[in-house]
């Protein structure tokens, strides 16, 4: 069945970048998903990818897409301490429209 | 902006209660799902629905029911909560199956003494 596969943990310097990996495996995906969840809120959709793209910018985001080896990531510039957050990687998950998501990359940003 | 609402907030009971966990949206959204998310991040699905009438039960065996009576409204109950059922619960709605796009509630953290 499907599956997404994301690191658990990342911590980086306020300035640096970041970059959060994950993997899939439904090569059928028309879409790819970033969805951002701050402490005690929901998730909210940060970005997403046509499945036929390699790379989508925005603003301070960019999100790379290796679909021969079903690998995604997002990558943020000048990491700032809001940006301190859980990032969950998503697929499509057949013809249904349901989402299949990673377990959540935390990302920790330190001053 | 997603205009999708839970109710409440924060909740402590005690074991046994029957609670209603309220979810609703103001977008003419068909799909609705329910996810408990525990402290380890992990979002597990529990119950979605693709339109009035319609319930499916999710991933994770649960011990709660839904029901979809209304387009906007996709409430949760757990008939006798329990001490195992203390966690965070997250509403979600998309559009239709064409859009796989999901907009989330802000949540409901759960607490069962």
């Known amino acids: 069945g499907e599956d997404v596969e994301q690191s658990l943990f990342l911590s980086v310097r306020e300035g640096d970048s970041s970059v959060i990996n994950c993997t899939y495996t439904d090569s059928s995906s028309t879409y790819l998903y970033w969805y951002k969840q701050e402490p005690g809120a929901g998730l909210q959709l940060l970005t997403y990818i046509f499945s036929n793209m390699d790379m989508k910018q925005d603003q301070r985001l960019t999100v790379l897409l290796n679909k021969k080896d079903k690998h995604l990531s997002l990558r943020i510039a000048d990491t700032q301490t809001g940006d301190s957050a859980i990032y969950f990687c998503?697929?499509?998950?057949?013809?249904?429209?349901?989402?299949?998501f990673g377990k959540g990359t935390k990302l920790s940003v330190k001053p | 902006e997603a205009d999708i609402y839970q109710t409440p907030r924060y909740l402590v009971i005690g074991t046994g209660k029957k609670i209603t966990l309220e979810c609703s949206q103001t977008?003419?959204?068909?799909?609705m799902y329910w996810y408990q998310q525990d402290p380890g991040m992990e979002l597990h699905l529990i119950h979605y629905s693709y339109g009035v009438n319609s319930t499916e039960k999710g991933d994770l065996s649960s011990e709660s029911t839904v029901s979809r009576i209304r387009t906007e409204h996709f409430p949760l109950t757990l008939e006798s909560a329990r001490p195992s059922h203390t966690s965070q619960y997250l509403c979600?709605?998309?559009?239709?199956?064409?859009?796989?796009?999901?907009?989330f509630g802000s949540g409901t953290q759960l607490s069962v003494l």
């Open positions: 998503a697929e499509g998950a057949g013809s249904q429209g349901n989402l299949i």
């Open positions: 977008m003419g959204h068909d799909k």
């Open positions: 979600a709605s998309g559009r239709d199956r064409g859009d796989e796009k999901l907009f």
